[in-house]
Structures are given as C-alpha cells and as structure tokens.
T-cell receptor, first 111, second 113 residues
C-alpha cells in the first residue's frame, strides 16, 4: 500500500546541520516534496524533487533521493532557531496523482 | 494569484450541526485535495479531485462527510451531523497536472462542542 514514514523528532544545536529522513513505498512516485509547518500555521512548500533526480540544492536546503532504497532526505545547513518546526515529506503517486504525507518530523533547534 | 483560499479560518459549532468548509484552489490547478490534521492521526487525506471529478474518497471517515467540486474554482467539504471527534484542522491543497508544486491553504480550525 501507499506509505510514507518519518522519524518523529530531531534536536540539533544552532549552526549545526540537520538531516531529516523519509522513506516511501510506491515505486511509481513522480515528485517528492518537503513541507514546513510552524505552530498554528498551514503547510509551506519548501522544495521538491522529481523522481529521476538524485539531488537538488536550494540555498541552505539539500534534498537527496535514493530511488533504489526509496529514501529521501532533507539537509538544512547552518540550522537556525527559526527553522524549528514540523517537516513533512510527501509523495505524489504517479497513479491517480494522490499526494500522501508522512507523520512529520518535529525539528527542535537549541541555541 | 492569492494562493489556495479557505474559509472560514475558524469554526466553532455545536454537536449535531451541519458544517461546510470552503476552498478556492489556485487558478489553473486541476487537482484538489482535502486533508484533516489532528495530533493523534497526523495529516490524513480525505478525498481528492482531478478536473472536478472525485478520484479517491477512501479517506472520508464516514457517511457524515461529503465533498463536492461543482467547478474548477470551488470545492466544499460538508459534515452533517458534526461530532466532537471531528474537531481538527482541515486543509485544502491544489496542484497542476504536472504536479510540480502542491500548495496548501491556511486551513480551517474546526471545533465541535
């Protein structure tokens, strides 16, 4: 079935790099997304990667995709306290265009 | 474009009442998704439409929930009758055929007392 899994919590110190991991099950995925949700707010699209790519960099964000292992990661360089939020991985399944989310990883950045 | 617009932002209603949530997707987007977010269950996909047609409603909890998309610029999610366990934040999202960017509305926080 369709499933996206993430670890629930990550704590880092300000200035360090954060790596948030995600695994998915469907082999026909087309796009994979990372969203950020701050308390009481909606989901903000951070970045996405097409399934035939293995890396995408956007300023402090680096997305790595291992299609063989169905593993996606988001690296945030020089993590700041303002990066504290819940990060969701999402998978756009090719068949039917269904967008499925992981449980979210709560990132806590300590000064 | 103003993005995905949801209304109301907050809704408090009494158990048994009918609740209607509204969504206006981004112009030109042809897929629309309704999600429910709770602490216990995270983000659940309730239903999604492609070109105004419901494609998968397997996530709709029960018959009390219904969704419509009468045209490309408007969708509703209705709960009748509402129950306290329906309290959650309901999000609408839209994306284009290519699916390169899926954008969310700000959500409707529903409280059923």
């Amino acid at each position: 079935g369709e499933d996206v899994e993430q670890s629930l919590f990550l704590s880092v110190r300000e200035g360090d790099s954060s790596v948030i991991n995600c695994t998915y099950t469907d082999s026909s995925s087309t796009y994979l997304y990372w969203y950020k949700q701050e308390p009481g707010a909606g989901l903000q699209l951070l970045t996405y990667i097409f399934s035939n790519m293995d890396m995408k960099q956007d300023q402090r964000l680096t997305v790595l995709l291992n299609k063989k292992d169905k593993h996606l990661s988001l690296r945030i360089a020089d993590t700041q306290t303002g990066d504290s939020a819940i990060y969701f991985c999402a998978d756009l399944y090719n068949q039917g265009g269904k967008l499925i989310f992981g449980q979210g990883t709560e990132l806590s950045v300590k000064p | 474009d103003a993005g995905v617009i949801q209304s109301p932002r907050h809704e408090v209603t009494e158990m048994g009442q009918e609740v209607t949530l509204r969504c206006k997707p981004i112009s030109g987007h042809n897929s629309l998704f309704w999600y429910r977010q709770t602490m216990m269950r995270g983000l659940e996909l309730l239903i999604y439409f492609n070109n105004n047609v419901p494609i998968d409603d397997s996530g709709m909890p029960e018959d009390r929930f219904s969704a419509k998309m009468p045209n490309a610029s408007f969708s509703t999610l209705k709960i009748q009758p509402s129950e306290p366990r329906d309290s959650a934040v309901y999000f609408c999202a839209s994306t284009s055929t290519q699916g390169t960017e899926a954008f969310f509305g700000q959500g409707t926080r529903l409280t059923v007392v």
